[in-house]
């Protein structure tokens, strides 16, 4: 069983193997929708109404994108934004974006029951996180992490934390189209079971009882969210990808 990537990366990956001629429209489609019933774009320049998944690519091939990379900001750390303001509030409430490269467009996801509406807005070009930058980060947080959660004593109050953390190396495959780098997929998996830890972790309060050890607990994860969340960036942002 291959893990469920965010919309946004699975647009990311899949419409910029759709751009650089790598895949077919079918697969594309198939691919981004997954378990959704439909995905839709609303506010391309140039639309005169709601467009469709593929003929909101062909519309952004004919902006000039080169290629489509996500954004998975949150409040302090808008990674993978570069403004404006309209697009960064959008994408800090929806926890997730895309920026078509050279075409100066964003999309913002919004899921309405089984369908997602894209909200197109103006992007302005982005500074991301170097693949190998945010995986030596990911790795460090992940060690560091680990260490301050065991003088918390995780396996008393979250023990599935404890197992995932000692059980790194087992993570579901995931599933990426021709293109992608080899080195960015394996990355992406590491930042997504990077954020399920984090989610574990903070799903209740488990043995925490004092708003101290809450405080404590948050401290130690917060590192370890911040480095999947660039991880993951970085490994659906083909502008940094190297050379293919």
């Given amino acids: 069983m291959t893990t469920v990537l965010p919309a946004s990366a699975r647009l990311a990956w899949w419409g910029t193997a759709w751009l650089r001629g790598h895949v077919v429209t079918d697969l594309v489609v198939d691919a981004v929708l997954g378990d959704d019933a439909t995905h839709a774009v609303a506010g391309l320049p140039g639309a005169a109404s709601t467009d469709t998944l593929v003929a909101a690519l062909g519309r952004l091939r004919l902006a000039g994108a080169s290629a489509l990379g996500a954004a998975f900001p949150t409040e302090g750390d808008p990674v993978g934004l570069g403004g404006p303001a309209a697009f960064n509030a959008d994408a800090l409430e929806a926890g997730e974006a895309i920026v078509a490269a050279d075409a100066g467009v964003g999309l913002v996801p919004h899921r309405t029951g089984a369908a997602v509406i894209w909200t197109a807005h ?8 170097d693949v190998g930058e ?41 599933g990426a189209p021709a293109g992608v780098p080899p080195r960015c997929v394996e990355l992406a998996s590491r930042g997504l079971q990077a954020i399920g830890i984090v989610d574990l972790a903070l799903e209740d309060d488990g043995g925490a009882v004092t708003a101290a050890e809450t405080a404590a607990r948050e401290a130690a994860l917060r590192p370890l969210a911040r480095a999947g969340r660039r991880a993951l960036v970085a490994a659906c942002s083909p502008e940094v990808w190297p050379p293919e």
């Fill in 122 to 129: 103006p992007a302005a070009r982005r500074q991301l996180p």
């Fill in 134 to 174: 945010a995986d030596r980060l990911l790795r460090s947080a992940l060690i560091d992490s680990a260490n301050s959660l065991a003088a918390l004593e995780v396996a008393r109050w979250r023990p599935e934390v404890a197992d995932e953390l000692l059980n790194l190396r087992h993570r579901a495959p995931v």
